[in-house]
């Protein structure tokens, strides 16, 4: 009998063995289940302020830009001011008490360096005449008509009916001329 006991104490001493180390087991399981839920929550709230933070700064430049194109003409409406001014003036000078020969020669002056003024501003902002001497380019010309001229060779520009303008290198309107033919 003594075997047996001996036997069925080793059986429990086993079993008792085998139930702490599954309960060990399941607390170390636990733990690892708690620190992973720690470590998932870390990088939910991680994701959610990168989030956060990216939606914020797509609504900042979305500002940014929207100012950018609302005030994209303030440098020229800036140097036109003194164009108006200059017109203004003239307007004022007209007013005056002076012999007609001499205002209108005055008035045609102050109109002169206006337009010397205005055209210095729109330069400034890559706005240009389309040049009289260029030869024709159906890109920056429109011919309204063609005459035959002994002295200017086809295809030549011999007249400039309305100055064409660009936009650095693109037309803004094309200047209407008369083409030899």
Same mark, same amino acid.
């Given at each position: 009998?003594?075997? !047996?006991?001996? %036997?069925?104490?080793?059986?429990?001493?086993?079993?008792?063995?085998?139930?702490?180390?599954? #309960?060990?087991?399941?607390?170390?399981? !636990?733990?690892?289940? &708690?620190?992973l839920q720690k470590e998932l929550d870390e990088c939910k709230d991680k994701y959610a302020r990168v989030h956060a933070d +990216?939606?914020?700064?797509?609504?900042?430049?979305?500002? #940014?830009?929207?100012?950018? $194109?609302?005030?994209?003409?303030? @440098?020229?409406? @800036?140097?036109?001011? /003194? *164009?108006?001014?200059?017109?203004?003036?003239?307007?004022?000078?007209?007013?005056? &008490?002076?012999? /007609?020969? %001499?205002?209108?020669?005055?008035?045609?002056?102050? $109109?002169?360096?206006?337009? @010397?003024? +205005?055209?210095?501003?729109?330069? @400034?902002?890559?706005?240009?005449?389309?040049?009289?001497? %260029?030869? +024709?380019? /159906?890109?920056?010309?429109?011919? *309204?008509?063609? $005459? &035959?001229? /002994?002295?200017? %060779?086809?295809?030549?520009?011999?007249?400039?009916?309305?100055?064409?303008?660009?936009?650095?290198?693109?037309?803004?309107?094309?200047?209407?001329? $008369?083409?030899?033919?």
């Amino acid at each position: 009998m003594s075997t !047996e006991n001996t %036997e069925n104490e080793n059986m429990n001493e086993n079993e008792t063995n085998t139930n702490e180390e599954v #309960e060990a087991d399941a607390v170390a399981a !636990e733990n690892e289940l &708690d620190l992973l839920q720690k470590e998932l929550d870390e990088c939910k709230d991680k994701y959610a302020r990168v989030h956060a933070d +990216f939606d914020n700064i797509k609504k900042r430049l979305e500002r #940014e830009k929207y100012t950018a $194109v609302e005030y994209a003409n303030e @440098k020229f409406a @800036k140097d036109m001011i /003194p *164009v108006v001014d200059s017109l203004q003036m003239a307007l004022k000078s007209a007013d005056t &008490d002076a012999a /007609p020969e %001499e205002l209108i020669e005055k008035l045609k002056e102050g $109109v002169e360096l206006t337009l @010397k003024q +205005f055209m210095t501003a729109l330069e @400034k902002h890559g706005v240009t005449m389309v040049s009289h001497e %260029e030869p +024709f380019d /159906p890109n920056i010309h429109n011919a *309204v008509q063609s $005459v &035959d001229h /002994p002295e200017i %060779e086809s295809g030549q520009i011999v007249e400039t009916f309305q100055t064409g303008y660009k936009y650095k290198e693109r037309p803004l309107r094309e200047a209407m001329v $008369v083409v030899a033919n």
